[in-house]
């Protein structure tokens, strides 16, 4: 495969020619955590219980891909958190949580072009309905953490869909919520950094990887190496 080719300080592309019309595209979904926010959720609910080390090292092998098992991946860390109070969500999404840089200015961008906007994530629906509010997303995708008596019993809730939004039901909800549309995966955009992002970046007609690790640079056709995620707007016109 060819190197990607930077064509601004901090912004690579490969396998296409920009600009390309935003416009042709009718759907971008996006990960959650330290993708269109600054943290790993699970890493900060952990540190309410001086976890944070531990569940940090499971997470960081995950994205880089060293963990293959997701799944199995957030059960381990899921299970370290037993007998969390549900109220250190709440402090993590009040004192921790930021939307990363770009991220209000690249879904308004898309929805003035007509764009739906999926927010899929392997992270979880505490924080992804706050986020889906905050900046006006059309579909949110995540897990649940369980809890009981006001603390996590350390399991995730099993929802209609399943129990754990891993790489390859991020791969089918993209699919799923194009179709739903009308759509054809190339009219989709994914963003995402980590390697469970890759399953649903490999569907779509446009890959971005942001601030990513580097399994995924190598693969998407945009990489946002530097600056916030409306630089994709560089080659989106």
């Not at 940090?56 to 891909?65: D, K, L, N, P």
């Not at 490999?202 to 971005?208: I, Q, R």
């Amino acid at each position: 495969m060819k190197a990607a080719r930077e064509i601004s300080p901090g912004l690579a592309i490969q396998r296409f020619t920009p600009p390309l019309k935003l416009a042709d595209f009718k759907l971008i979904a996006f990960d959650m955590d330290s993708t269109l926010i600054n943290i790993e959720c699970i890493d900060e609910i952990a540190d309410a219980v001086g976890k944070k080390a531990e569940v940090a090292a499971i997470t960081e092998a995950t994205m880089r891909g060293e963990i293959k098992d997701f799944k199995e991946s957030l059960r381990r860390r899921v299970a370290l958190l037993q007998g969390v109070p549900v109220s250190a969500l709440q402090e993590v999404y009040d004192q921790r949580l930021r939307l990363n840089p770009g991220a209000e200015a690249l879904v308004a961008a898309c929805k003035a072009a007509g764009l739906k906007v999926l927010l899929v994530s392997g992270g979880f629906t505490f924080f992804a309905t706050r986020v889906k509010d905050r900046l006006g997303i059309d579909f949110a995708r995540s897990n649940l953490l369980d809890e009981a008596d006001g603390k996590l019993t350390g399991r995730v809730a099993l929802q209609s869909w399943g129990d754990i939004c891993d790489g390859a039901e991020k791969r089918r909800t993209l699919l799923e919520v194009a179709s739903l549309i009308g759509i054809s995966p190339a009219e989709c955009i994914a963003v995402g950094d980590g390697a469970n992002d890759l399953p649903m970046m490999g569907e779509a007609g446009l890959s971005v990887a942001y601030h990513a690790k580097p399994k995924v640079r190598e693969e998407a056709m945009v990489a946002i190496n530097d600056g916030g995620l409306d630089r994709l707007l560089e080659v989106l016109r």
